[in-house]
């Protein structure tokens, strides 16, 4: 069993700047940030997978990090020029069913409790 466990959310004004953490990391495998409004569908903001590789959705590109600390056993998500629209619950997820480093889609079998990040106008 893998007990993800996020951090970092709070309130910011629009422009400003967060990060969030998600421990443990597990550095091999493919680890991503959703984000979830109310009232809306959730969203892919940022992938790693086990090779370090990079995706980011075309709503974040650009302002958003996803980076690995594997010294600290720590994955972050650092989201710079935040946007009101940006208001959500984030969840990071971890992908171990497949023992190897390839991301699939949006099926992740582990996820954590998620952080709230407000963005004011």
């Known amino acids: 069993q893998l007990h993800l466990v996020e951090s970092g959310g709070g309130s910011v004004q629009g422009g400003g700047s967060l990060r969030l953490s998600c421990a443990p990391l597990v550095s091999t495998y493919c680890m991503a940030w959703f984000r979830q409004a109310p009232g809306k569908e959730r969203e892919g903001v940022a992938i790693i997978d086990g090779r370090g590789r990079t995706t980011y959705p075309d709503s974040v590109k650009g302002r958003f990090t996803i980076a690995k600390d594997i010294a600290n056993y720590t994955l972050y998500l650092q989201m710079n020029s935040l946007k009101p629209e940006d208001t959500a619950m984030y969840y990071c997820?971890?992908?171990?069913?497949?023992?190897?480093?390839?991301?699939?889609?949006?099926?992740?079998?582990?996820w954590g409790q998620g952080t709230q990040v407000t963005v004011s106008s």
């Open positions: 997820a971890a992908d171990l069913r497949y023992f190897d480093p390839y991301c699939r889609g949006d099926d992740y079998n582990y």
